[in-house]
Nanobody, 121 residues
Framework: VQLQASGGGSVQAGGSLRLSCEDT????????MGWFRQAPGKEREFVAA???????TYADSVKGRFTISRLNANPTVYLQMNDLKPEDTAVYYC????????????????WGQGTLVTVSS
């Protein structure tokens, strides 16, 4: 499994960024894909997940601002982040969880490399 993430960068508060993560292994297109993030000095936390049928789950802190989507053919997962806030600053990690529905009772099975998002006030 190789999850290749891209799209991080620096933006001012209120701005937007779009993250992408492709599973170049092409193997897990029926599994859950999603994103976690880790801010400096904090634990890694869940951001959003999407099933291969399109079912979405979001952390409360990003609801209404972030949108997760995916292409099953590649497969690739996207995270559109709008109205960014300084507290969104973190390294964002894409993930694959080998299940039909996202479960917060277990860790993801695979991680991509992180991509840094910096939001300035």
């Amino acid at each position: 499994v190789q999850l290749q993430a891209s799209g991080g960068g620096s933006v001012q508060a209120g701005g937007s960024l779009r993250l992408s993560c492709e599973d170049t292994g092409r193997t897990y297109n029926t599994n859950v894909m999603g994103w976690f993030r880790q801010a400096p000095g904090k634990e890694r936390e869940f951001v959003a997940a999407i099933t291969w049928r399109g079912g979405r789950t979001y952390a409360d802190s990003v609801k209404g601002r972030f949108t997760i989507s995916r292409l099953n053919a590649n497969p690739t997962v996207y995270l559109q982040m709008n109205d960014l806030k300084p507290e969104d600053t973190a390294v964002y990690y894409c993930m694959v969880q080998r299940s039909q529905r996202y479960s917060n009772d277990r860790l993801p099975d695979y991680w991509g490399q992180g991509t840094l998002v910096t939001v300035s006030s």
